[in-house]
T-cell receptor
Framework: AQSVTQLDSQVPVFEEAPVELRCNYS??????LFWYVQYPNQGLQLLLK??????LVKGINGFEAEFNKSQTSFHLRKPSVHISDTAEYFC???????????FGTGTKLQVIP | SQTIHQWPATLVQPVGSPLSLECTVE??????LYWYRQAAGRGLQLLFYSVGIGQISSEVPQNLSASRPQDRQFILSSKKLLLSDSGFYLC???????????FGPGTRLLVL
């Protein structure tokens, strides 16, 4: 079975400051990892994904994430946040050959002006 | 390009009433389809997924059911709604095992 843990339910950060949203996963097989963003009352939008290759993945809106197999982590980072980044962020994992994606409980990023 | 539609966008229903939420996908064929529920503070919970017409897998036993009468149509139903059915329901699709999952705009359901 696969699982995802997002330890931080809320992360407040000042505008133009860096941010890291943490994600840890567990799986007995190889995994594929995703970060999604959800703006209020909207569906989820893909930010970035790791399938294979380089462990540093760059996504939209200046976000990036690093896959760390030894620490089973896939933390999301942005060097300088904007007010428009205020949203909820979901980490997700899909184990190899599996039909479903498991999501974390989400982290609400609040950017303070 | 592919698009996914969900309706209605918002729904307020009394306890005990039936439910039917519809999801349709355009611009692709034979997608895998998914229903998720998002409740406050609980993240996304996978309810059902389907790999083809008439093929439904249930992840969580509960008051809901799903059907896929056509290739690009996925319906979430209930015969009698409970208060605990309130939440934000998201439909999603993808074309294959290794492909990205794309989400619809969601339906907010409030059961009173």
């Amino acid at each position: 079975a696969q699982s995802v843990t997002q330890l931080d339910s809320q992360v407040p950060v000042f505008e133009e400051a860096p941010v890291e949203l943490r994600c840890n996963y567990s799986s007995s097989v190889s995994v594929y990892l995703f970060w999604y963003v959800q703006y209020p009352n909207q569906g989820l939008q893909l930010l970035l994904k790791y399938l294979s290759g380089s462990t540093l993945v760059k996504g939209i809106n200046g976000f990036e994430a690093e896959f760390n197999k030894s620490q089973t982590s896939f933390h999301l980072r942005k060097p300088s946040v904007h007010i428009s980044d205020t949203a909820e962020y979901f980490c997700a994992v899909m184990a190899g050959g599996y039909q479903k994606v498991t999501f974390g409980t989400g982290t609400k990023l609040q950017v303070i002006p | 390009s592919q698009t996914i539609h969900q309706w209605p966008a918002t729904l307020v229903q009394p306890v005990g009433s039936p439910l039917s939420l519809e999801c349709t996908v355009e611009g692709t064929s034979n997608p895998n389809l998914y229903w998720y529920r998002q409740a406050a503070g609980r993240g996304l919970q996978l309810l059902f997924y389907s790999v083809g017409i008439g093929q439904i897998s249930s992840e969580v036993p509960q008051n809901l059911s799903a059907s896929r009468p056509q290739d690009r149509q996925f319906i979430l139903s209930s015969k009698k709604l409970l208060l605990s059915d309130s939440g934000f329901y998201l439909c999603a699709w993808r074309t294959g095992t290794w492909e990205t999952q794309y989400f619809g705009p969601g339906t907010r359901l409030l059961v009173l």
